[in-house]
């Protein structure tokens, strides 16, 4: 395996509240390598939107907090690179894409203007030839007659094109990590198909490296190769997708698998619920947070956090009494 | 068959909008000839993706909206012609769940108030009749009886979508329409609520018009499935029939889009968007997207027409 072009290790980003100082993000080892896609899956607030937030520094300081670790890319600690050097990078190398277009898309400028935007910060590139690139670029995201298209403000373009022009501008430089937060979760089914397919074709031909944050188990089965889990704030498990889907180890893992309704699951009779809700970040238990609602829970887990171990077959779980693997078919 | 609990027929509805700078009127078609039955303690799936008019045909039914043409028996009553107390009586056999339990619940009124609110409307109990129906129908709907003098505020996304249906539970209706209920919650989470319709449905008997852009959902939960694409039926059959063998392209193609894990299979990715439904194409209104569309096709509309045993599909080409 090729040397991961990103790494994260031991994240801890905190958020300062009238309760308490709490941690979002409490402890996060991942990383990704070039051509590859790591699907970041997770209910509401387990931490994975702060921890692609941390990796740009685009969380507001305070009330947020990145209180230890680092973000290694391409040899550099992202979290202690000096400010003017980091903007730099932003937008460029690392560049990143959001659930809504509509609010990411500044509504009083047009598409094509935004596209530009990008490349008057990144490149000395003359204004003849960015107008020439971001018609390439629209082209590229498989823009319908982009050169009226560039000429439109947000509005005028449907969710499906807005996302295209999101995608037109992270693109812009070439970057060598894409973090794409939720994005398609505004879109329909069909357009849904569409942008994943295209972020997988550019991924592809450019090596880019992806993060694909999502709360879809199906956008995650189908788009990417690797995956890591998140519960209350941590990775719970990770590892190859095809290993972790086909033999979850960590029991949350395996209760969302089990919830969601598929092909498999016989219709109109119950389906596998995990008891509970998720900890809020105020009322985190003790030890494993994930105990309470866990079928498999054994009494250290009320004490003692379980840290990431390797499970075999290249996945890790945190889990102190993992499930059994199962056999290969 | 029996006599439906409801059948819909021909049902339209148009939103007028301002276009142009003259203020010339043109028109949304959001519903256009919608047939539909439900049959008593059924699950009827309507899905389709945003703009297709699944949540006006829900409003219409229930007469949130009024319709334009077509009629609504719900029954063996006419429902578009019910004046005022008759359309009263007739919401208390008719009731809705929302998508967005954070919107739909009023603040300012406690979950007893907001639980009991249409037995206090139609005078159905005594006070103290009523909180003992609150405490249980709380129960039912798997909370405790103390929270109903709690407010909305107190309650995670799960428990206020259970509020909801405990709300909507209150009057035994004969109907719910379930708009979108479960789309904004989590997986863990959306998993609950669905036993829990499914399991009420057993207990009482209810039907339920499930309406959802999600094919999982609607494949789980749903007798029978109509699928919607701008403003009308295409598609409409048993869940196990349409999702192993759909006869419209369209629905071949949501299938093939939903992500699914362990599947390995052939996708099918629709070339452009869904066009306006201020103007919508000539002739079949999905041909500009349809893998398969011939010429006929951006001619002359497709009838609904039964393709096999209980399945039918708008498109000139089924069966497939």
Known sequence: MSEPILSIRGLRTTFRTPYGVFPAVDGVDIEV???????????????????????????????????????????????????????????SRVAMIFQEPMTALNPVLTAGVQIEEVLEVHTDMDRAARRARVIELLKLVGMPSPESRLRDYPHQLSGGMRQRVMIAMALACDPDVLIADEPT????????????????????????????????????????????????????????????FRSPRHPYTQGLLLSMPGETTARRTPLHVIPGVVPDLVSRPSGCSFRERCTQAVPICESVDPELASMGAGSSAACHNPLSAVGRA | MSEPLLRVRGLRKYFPIRAGFLGSRASVHAVEDVDLTIQTGETVGLVGESGCGKTTV????????????????????????????????????????????YASLNPRMTVGEAIGEGLYIHRLATASERHRRVAELLEIVGMKASHASRYPHEFSGGQRQRIGIARALALEPQLIVADEPVSSLDVSIQAQILNLLLDLQKRFGMAYLFISHDLRVVRHVSDRVAVMYLGRIVEWASSEDLYRGAQHPYTQALLSAVPEPGRLRQRTVLSGDVPSPLAPPSGCSFHPRCPVAVELCSRELPELREVKSQHFSACHLAPF
């Open chain 2, 58 to 101: 829900g409003r219409l039914i229930l007469r949130l909206i009024e319709s334009d043409a077509g009629q609504i028996e719900f029954m063996g009553e006419d429902v578009r012609s019910l004046g005022r107390r008759a359309l009263r009586a007739l919401r208390r056999r008719m009731q809705v769940i929302f998508q967005d339990p």
């Open chain 1, 185 to 244: 979760t505004a879109l329909d089914v069909t357009i849904q198909a569409q942008i994943l397919e295209l972020l997988d074709t550019l991924k592809q031909r450019f090596q880019m490296a992806v993060l694909l944050i999502t709360h879809d188990l199906g956008v995650v089965a189908e788009w990417a190769q690797k995956i890591a889990v998140f519960y209350a704030g941590r990775v719970v498990e990770k590892g190859s997708v095809e290993e972790i």
């Open chain 1, 33 to 91: 390598s070039k051509g590859e896609t790591l699907g970041i899956v997770g209910e509401s607030g387990c931490g994975k939107s702060v921890t692609a937030l941390s990796i740009l520094r685009l969380l507001p300081e305070p009330p947020a907090c990145i209180e230890a670790g680092e973000i290694l890319f391409a040899g550099k600690d992202l979290l202690r690179l000096p400010p003017d050097e980091l903007r730099e990078l932003r937008g």
